[in-house]
T-cell receptor, first 114, second 114 residues
Framework: DADVTQTPRNRITKTGKRIMLECSQT?????MYWYRQDPGLGLRLIYY???????NKGEISDGYSVSRQAQAKFSLSLESAIPNQTALYFC?????????????FGPGTRLTVL | SQQGEEDPQALSIQEGENATMNCSYK?????LQWYRQNSGRGLVHLIL?????REKHSGRLRVTLDTSKKSSSLLITASRAADTASYFC??????????????FGQGTTLQVKP
């Protein structure tokens, strides 16, 4: 089984709808991240969490919120989806033990907002 | 703005040839990482080079880092069709401490023709 899973894998929704993307991990990592990927822009950090009680905004947090329900679960919500939030969304985890941490990515969620 | 910028944006070579991708960044770093992304999939960590290292090898991968020029290169030797993917550099920032935050470049799309 994959260490980092994301659900759903694909979602089409309409403008104004509330959407939740879920991420689960079995790696036992404390740190979790949400990114969005747009063509030609690489990955941009939306939110990150060091542990259940520590959540931080990333580069592009406007229009998004997150919830860290447990060490293993980190959800991303779009309260009122808009078309420019159409993108590929990735969850990632890391151990958080040193500055040489690497990140482990989920398979991504492709979100289309009509 | 993006910390890392990659060059070229796209690269097409024949199987067996070497592929070189470059990454430039703007601020001082503790380390630089390279990730690979197969089409529509999550990113996979390839190699990490610390700021006090100049060159690192892993199998057919060779990474160099020039902190004076704020640049890194990834060389894939004897390329295979299976190397077809997008490659991203990612940097932490020297002043961010152990936040685990990475800033990704826009990526280089490599196509290896059989």
């Amino acid at each position: 089984d994959a260490d980092v899973t994301q659900t759903p894998r694909n979602r089409i929704t309409k403008t104004g709808k509330r959407i939740m993307l879920e991420c689960s991990q079995t790696k036992g990592h404390d740190r979790m991240y949400w990114y969005r990927q747009d063509p030609g822009l690489g990955l941009r950090l939306i939110y990150y969490s060091f542990d259940v009680k520590d959540i931080n905004k990333g580069e592009i947090s406007d229009g998004y919120s997150v919830s860290r329900q447990a060490q293993a679960k980190f959800s991303l919500s779009l309260e009122s989806a808009i078309p420019n939030q159409t993108a590929l969304y990735f969850c990632a985890t890391s151990r958080g033990l040193s500055s040489t941490d690497t990140q482990y990515f989920g398979p991504g969620t492709r979100l289309t907002v009509l | 703005s993006q910390q890392g910028e990659e060059d070229p944006q796209a690269l097409s070579i024949q199987e067996g040839e070497n592929a070189t991708m470059n990454c430039s960044y703007k601020t001082s770093i503790n380390n630089l990482q390279w990730y690979r992304q197969n089409s529509g999939r999550g990113l996979v960590h390839l190699i990490l080079i610390r700021s006090n290292e100049r060159e690192k090898h892993s199998g057919r991968l060779r990474v160099t880092l020039d902190t004076s020029k704020k640049s890194s290169s990834l060389l894939i030797t004897a390329s295979r069709a299976a190397d077809t993917a997008s490659y991203f550099c990612a940097t932490d920032t020297f002043f961010s401490g152990n936040t685990g935050k990475l800033i990704f470049g826009q990526g280089t799309t490599l196509q290896v023709k059989p």
